[in-house]
């Protein structure tokens, strides 16, 4: 896999050798000397072409959890999109998903921006995409899912003060709806599947919802495809070269 | 002792601000790393907040790797 990354490393700065390992620990001089801002230049300008963003852990919303906690911020997350759009090196996305899921407006904000990239993306869910990492992953142009990763679809909860129990339930009720459109116009999954998954009982341990497992989320047409790392790269490349096609067709 | 309770764990235990402090986020050669500070001032890489699959292979930022800040 090393050998088959370089390969595509080099073709993106034209075929020029990887830069020689660095010194394992540098001497103090040496740091004194990166102190001064004698940075080594033409180490940065080794580019790839297709960019890789992760999104692990919590998708952490308005709140800032505890160091511990693994967090995807999506502070950190918009620029890097906001970069890769205006970067004309990039010229394709993967995003890879293993979460547990967390705030919904983040969640749905990071969705948003993957869904209006203009260069090609494809997802790839490891281990677990679930709850709002359900629509991260359909937002992509294609989506992969491993054959042991797992999607928990449920119906959005809200933890805090309550107001008053009718508005409550209508703002809820609100917010699981731009979940549930979001997920339907990105994907195959019908309206009534969706939501009948979600709402199903029996499926998880004193909650309702369904976890839907690799093939399954495929059949229900969540996910394109079962695939893992090469499958995902593979198809990326081929949206690359798509992308290319009707770009030179639009200057003609 | 059990808490029933669907309030999140951070907001029935607020966590020390000193905890917060700990952790910066640095451009470092261009590259936006989560660091931690250790005793002795200098700073160990926790993450590397790039798109660039080459960044993670450059062995100064690989997480744990010492960096000294201006």
Redesign the interface.
Known sequence: MDHD?RWK?AEGDGGQEPEP??E?K?SPLM?KI??LGQ?NVP??S???K????TIVGQIEGH?????QNKTTKYE?IIP?IV??EQNPKIEG?LIILNTVGGDVEAGLAISEMLASLSKPSVSLVLGGGHSIGVPIAVSCDYSFIAETATMTIHPI?L??LVIGVPQTFEYLDKMQERVVSFVTKHSNISEEKFKELMFDKGNLTRDIGTNVIGNDAVKYGLIDEVGGIGQAMKKLNELIELNKEENEGMVQ | MILYTTMPLELVYPIAESEFAKRRTVNYEGISLIVEQDEDHAYRVIQVLSTNPAHFLDTRFQPGAKISLS
Request: charged share 15%.
């Open positions: 990354y490393n390992p660095k394992e540098p740091e990166q102190q940075t180490q940065l080794q580019d790839s297709i960019h890789c963003l709140m800032q959890l505890p160091p950190h890097q970069a890769i996305l909860r933890t805090g």
